[in-house]
């Protein structure tokens, strides 16, 4: 639980603090240089990239971004630490509920797609960083969690695991009908 989580951590946040000093020449030279000398917004920029929360923060214009693919380790450590409540909670639930569970994430998840791209007609460069936000992501952990609190059960030795190729193929399938029908 936490224990292995901060283990985790442990192992990567040196190396993104390393990366964060080597690239910090090139953010001040974006700062000075691009973003027309508005200093405070490269301080918030610096600061989010800091304390790893710039995942929280999509919005953040583009030179003030330290280290791109470093929102994943934010969100990573928000997931580390709701580990261990989310996993107390599906303790408590019958295995059929967990996996009502995993399918009812999983349409939240595609709902939450539909509605920023046809819906809200949210596109390009806000797209892609409103899906990096940790809330965002937060159907997907969870559905990540009811696998494992269902195979923990056993439920990979059950016949219901024999059914998967077929969800996959009509998902699949639904998924390349969707694409075809969408622009």
Same mark, same amino acid.
């Given at each position: 639980?936490?224990?292995?989580?901060?283990?985790?951590?442990?192992?990567?946040?040196?190396?993104?603090?390393?990366?964060?000093?080597?690239?910090?020449?090139?953010?001040? !030279?974006?700062?000075?240089?691009?973003?027309?000398?508005?200093? =405070?917004?490269?301080?918030?920029?610096?600061?989010?990239?800091?304390?790893?929360?710039?995942?929280?923060?999509?919005?953040? %214009?583009?030179?003030?971004?330290?280290? *791109?693919?470093? =929102?994943?380790?934010?969100?990573?450590?928000?997931?580390?630490?709701?580990? %261990?409540?989310?996993?107390?909670?599906?303790?408590?639930? %019958?295995?059929?509920?967990?996996?009502?569970?995993?399918?009812?994430?999983?349409?939240?998840?595609?709902?939450?797609?539909?509605?920023?791209?046809?819906?809200?007609?949210? &596109?390009?460069?806000?797209?892609?960083?409103?899906?990096?936000?940790?809330?965002?992501?937060? %159907? &997907?952990?969870?559905?990540?969690?009811?696998?494992?609190?269902?195979?923990? *059960?056993?439920?990979? *030795?059950?016949?219901?695991?024999?059914?998967?190729?077929?969800?996959?193929?009509?998902? !699949?399938?639904?998924?390349?009908?969707?694409?075809?029908?969408? *622009?």
């Amino acid at each position: 639980g936490v224990d292995q989580g901060w283990s985790r951590a442990s192992r990567v946040l040196p190396l993104y603090y390393i990366g964060f000093g080597l690239h910090l020449p090139i953010f001040i !030279g974006r700062v000075v240089f691009q973003a027309d000398g508005d200093w =405070w917004v490269g301080v918030r920029g610096f600061l989010a990239n800091l304390f790893l929360i710039q995942s929280w923060f999509p919005a953040t %214009p583009e030179p003030y971004y330290i280290n *791109r693919p470093g =929102w994943t380790i934010g969100t990573f450590l928000f997931f580390y630490a709701m580990f %261990p409540m989310v996993k107390a909670g599906l303790k408590r639930l %019958p295995t059929w509920a967990i996996g009502a569970l995993f399918w009812a994430f999983f349409a939240a998840a595609m709902a939450l797609v539909w509605l920023f791209e046809n819906r809200w007609g949210i &596109e390009g460069t806000d797209l892609e960083w409103l899906h990096k936000h940790p809330l965002v992501r937060w %159907p &997907e952990y969870l559905m990540g969690m009811c696998l494992g609190g269902m195979m923990a *059960r056993g439920w990979l *030795r059950t016949g219901v695991w024999r059914a998967a190729p077929t969800f996959t193929l009509a998902g !699949g399938g639904a998924l390349a009908l969707y694409s075809g029908t969408s *622009r």
